[in-house]
């Protein structure tokens, strides 16, 4: 069945699928005595209720180093809370905190540090994760294993560039140069869309023997994904299977999406129903919540629900992601009920929630318009908060803004300062935008400059051309050269004077009747070379020359 075009949105699916196991066969022509039945049986439940004891430990303790993280509870707080609280610092400043850890006496074992960098990697906090490998390195001494020579070069590669990356490979022993660092280098081409080098190092490591495992065609597959090119992608599968190389839960994710970007709802579903029906390939949770997404682009809402219930079949109760895909998932598919229905699950399943829980529903009221359930979502998430996000201070923000509560935004970010979370450039961003749509330039300048001051200490921050163009018709319109200059002094601070926003200061003296002959001067010393649009402004503004 052909479809017309879909707005896809390629979900991620995760990498940690379940592992494959056949069952046995039965003979039914010998079954054994009824007594043995009875011991089997009753041996069956003791393992079962061994198996329900280690997952409720498991369970457990996962909780408690969740916990421990964000409640800093045991004398002073744990080294991870102390990172995460470094929010964007600056280069240094990991260094710094684990410098003072040390100093405190405390433990620094190689495990756990290779923990930390791993969940700082999972929120995207690459410089500070890299900074991390780097001190462990070269200040503490520690060797890198296979693994952590892998995770190192992807956090080069986002951090200093692809060039690093290669350089720091080239460095390595060549007994580290193995399938897991080959794979990361070839990893940071497909990021990239570096199709060349990518295939370039895909041929060499199948000259090593290095590309017999389905991670290499996984990101291959998601490179093609990437450059639109989806018809590339059943033939790569069908390459993998020719060379014994079984497809796993991620291959069959993007897959389905690969024939979604088709238009073919039929081969997505062939797709889920041949993993249902085999035996090599058990479905994971991702694979479900894959196929949902799909339907959610093709408005085929009660197939997302039906996929969706085949997920949640598969729920046990030790991961929350499945709960979040689940509240994304139904919210995506307009079904309010369900979004709340599984919240309460999260919230039986996990005696604590977690930041990323609360982001995840406050995402889902906001895009589902429950704007009451929304905001009481946001008190119960402050109630219990431990360690501050911004994210969901600017998501309520947002919502606040959207429906001209300002006063109340506003608010919101006065009690965020005061919790000691801060603000930062989104904040502002929102405040910005909403300003300048109302005209109130006042309060817009006056987020401007906050955003400014927050990027001279050290923030990495542009303001988009949108903005300036905003602010700089404003200025024309009202004629106001003040305000203009004002406003371009602030844009040289924050290095965005350029063409453009000269153009609008132009038009502003012009506008205003006034003249102004150094402008000529500064234009050339900004290193501005002027269009003949501007000429003709300058001689107007300046006098012919």
């Given amino acids: ?140 001494g520690m060797n890198m294993s296979w693994t952590n020579h892998a995770i190192r070069l992807d956090l080069i590669a986002k951090v200093r560039g692809i060039e690093s990356a290669e350089d720091y490979f080239c460095s390595l ?34 000259e ?119 509240i994304s998932l139904y919210a995506g598919a307009g079904n309010l009920e369900e979004v709340h229905r599984v919240w309460e699950s999260l919230k039986k399943a996990f005696k604590k929630q977690t930041n990323m829980s609360y982001l995840t529903m406050l995402q889902a009221l906001n895009k589902l318009n429950d704007f009451d359930g929304f905001k009481a979502c946001y008190k119960e998430w402050e109630s219990v908060l431990v360690t501050y996000d911004p994210r969901l201070t600017n998501l309520a923000i947002g919502a606040h803004l959207r429906n001209d509560m300002v006063e109340e935004a506003e608010s919101l970010s006065r009690r965020a300062t005061e919790k000691g979370g801060g603000l930062d450039f989104r904040t ?17 300048l006056g987020w401007l400059e906050t955003a400014t001051r927050m990027a001279k200490e050290g923030g990495e921050w542009k303001l988009d051309g949108d903005k ?9 319109k009202e004629k106001d050269v003040d305000g203009a200059e004002a406003f371009c002094k602030v844009l040289k601070t924050l290095d965005c004077l350029g063409l453009k926003a000269y153009e609008l200061l132009l038009r502003t003296y012009a506008a205003s009747g006034r003249r102004e002959r150094s402008l000529r001067r500064r234009v050339e010393e900004d290193e501005i070379k002027p269009t003949p649009k501007i000429q003709k402004l300058l001689d107007i503004v300046c006098g012919k020359k």
């Fill in 173 to 206: 022993p060549e007994t580290a140069k193995n399938q897991r660092t080959y794979g990361a280098l070839l990893n940071c081409y497909c990021l990239e869309k570096m199709v060349d080098k990518a295939t370039a190092l895909y041929q060499k490591m199948k």
């Fill in 208 to 326: 090593l023997n290095l590309a017999s495992n389905t991670l290499v065609y996984n990101n291959l597959m998601a490179l093609y994904m990437k450059l639109e090119q989806p018809e590339k992608v059943p033939a790569l599968v069908e390459e993998m299977k020719a060379n014994n190389i079984a497809p796993d839960n991620m291959t069959n994710c993007i897959l389905m999406n690969s024939y979604a970007k088709l238009n073919d709802i039929e081969s997505v579903e062939g797709v889920i129903h041949q993993m249902e029906d085999s035996e090599e390939v058990i479905p994971h949770w991702t694979a479900y919540s894959t196929l949902a997404g799909i339907y959610n682009s093709a408005g085929l809402f009660k197939k997302t629900e039906s996929a969706l219930k085949k997920l949640e079949g598969l729920l046990d109760g030790r991961e929350r992601d499945p709960f979040h895909f689940l």
């Fill in 428 to 444: 502002c961003d929102l405040f910005m935008d909403y300003y300048l749509k109302k005209d109130e330039m006042n309060s817009a």
């Fill in 1 to 140: 069945m052909m479809m017309g075009k879909l707005p896809i949105r390629l979900i991620s699916a995760s990498r940690r699928l379940l592992s494959t196991a056949s069952p046995a066969a039965v003979e039914s022509s010998s079954l054994p005595p009824p007594s043995e039945v009875a011991a089997a049986a009753k041996d069956g439940k003791k393992k079962e209720k061994k198996k329900k004891k280690n997952n409720k430990k498991q369970k457990e303790k996962k909780e408690g180093e969740e916990e421990n993280r964000e409640s800093g509870r045991g004398g002073g707080k744990p080294l991870y809370r102390r990172l995460s609280e470094l929010g964007g610092a600056a280069e240094g400043a990991v260094s710094r905190t684990l410098n003072k850890w040390v100093k405190e006496g405390r433990p620094v074992k190689v495990m756990d540090l290779v923990n930390h960098v791993k969940d700082l990697r999972k929120y995207r906090r690459y410089k500070h994760a890299l900074e991390m490998m780097d001190w462990m390195v070269n200040t503490r």
């Fill in 468 to 476: 300036i163009q905003m602010f700089m018709k404003y200025y024309e």
